[in-house]
């Protein structure tokens, strides 16, 4: 009878976090990327955010997709082409396989995550370039968190989550993993703000990130994410700072939005 | 004295109007706006005496000339993104090896 309770509770649950996703397959956000150059802010670089159905033999699974790409004109400097992807279950959001292909002025990785939910393990290959021409294999079984994932789902996820009671202050936590490595990131929510964008004035749901045991985001409070205060909660405003400098990462175009 | 501040204009007129050729043309009004008071302060102390007034003329020339290239780049270019076309492949190969693996992983 108990089990029967829980399935049924589970059940329950997976059927309001399908409700609940902000988000449906062949959403596409794109934002531009701006660094800060002696307090000038350049734009750099093209962010998309997409989100398309693949299908195998037996399911449907979401593909969660993010690509950089560098404006033409810093082309011949530094020429980022990076893909980030990840397929997870379309109704809970769990993450199948990770894929993080990155291309940034030269350097080439690629890392492959494969999830094995059961075991609490994750095959993990790393595919790296040879300085003498061809590439290398890393592959290891790296054990992770109940809730771990990876930072592309992360950001999926972060929308999924409810601000409309939360107090400001209030702080949520996120296990990424990233380089074979786990870290926490966490999120304070720090009230509504109404922000001008190009697709409008949004009164936006503001997060501040901090990322525990690295020192990749720098400052306290100064690593900001602006979320939609609507159903869509679409991540239109993003401020960083990291040890070589700030950015910013902002709205350009939206499409295939579900609400 | 004042070779000194036509030495310093000179430069910073220099790096003012390579920055202007260069994708960072948005950097240029810094060291034009420096070249240009640099400039006017040789002007300022010249205009006593009878010298040749030619080497600030073409450093204000030099300086106008870089911030009409940047105005002109910030105003009318527009940032687009370069070649995708090996993005887009990458991007398609990745889903069909992608769909192999989940088929592997039982999905």
């Known amino acids: ?259 | 004295m004042k070779k000194i501040i036509i030495i310093l204009g000179v430069i910073s007129a220099t790096i003012a109007v390579i920055l202007s050729v260069l994708p960072l043309s948005n950097l240029t009004y810094i060291p034009a706006i420096i070249a240009l008071i640099f400039g006017l302060i040789a002007i300022y102390l010249s205009r006593e005496n009878k010298e040749s007034k030619k080497i600030i003329h073409l450093l204000l020339l030099i300086t106008i000339i870089s911030l009409a290239i940047a105005t002109y780049k910030s105003v009318f270019n527009t940032v687009e993104i370069g070649n995708t076309e090996q993005l887009e492949k990458r991007e398609k190969e990745s889903e069909e090896k992608a769909i192999e693996e989940l088929e592997g992983l039982g999905l």
Request: charged share 20%.
């Open chain 1, 1 to 259: 009878m108990q089990r029967l309770i829980f399935t049924f509770l589970l059940l329950f649950i997976i059927n309001t976090n399908a409700q609940n996703l902000p988000f449906q397959a062949g959403e596409k956000l794109s934002f531009t990327a701006s660094y800060n150059m002696s307090g000038i802010l350049t734009e750099l670089a093209q962010v998309t955010m997409e989100t398309s159905e693949v299908k195998t033999s037996k399911s449907t699974i979401l593909r969660l997709k993010c690509t950089a790409t560098t404006y033409s004109k810093w082309d011949i400097f530094f020429k980022i082409r990076d893909i980030y992807e990840s397929y997870v279950n379309p109704k809970t959001l769990t993450p199948y396989l990770y894929k993080r292909d990155i291309s940034e002025g030269g350097y080439n990785k690629f890392v492959q995550y494969k999830y094995n939910h059961n075991s609490k393990t994750v095959a993990s290959l790393i595919r790296k370039k040879k300085r003498e021409g061809g590439t290398y294999d890393i592959k290891k079984t790296v054990p992770i968190s109940v809730n771990a994932n990876d930072i592309v789902t992360t950001i999926y996820k972060l929308r999924q989550l409810n601000f409309s009671d939360t107090i400001n202050g209030s702080n949520d936590s996120f296990t990424v993993l990233f380089d074979n490595k786990e870290a926490t990131v966490s999120f304070t929510y720090l009230g509504k703000e109404t922000i001008n964008t190009t697709i409008g004035d949004k009164e936006c749901y503001k997060l501040a990130i901090s990322i525990q045991g690295t020192d990749v985001l720098k400052g306290n409070n100064s690593n900001l994410l602006w979320l939609t205060a609507d159903e869509n909660k679409i991540p239109i405003y993003a401020k960083f700072k990291i040890p070589v400098g700030n950015g910013e990462l902002k709205i350009k175009s939206v499409s295939g939005l579900k609400y």
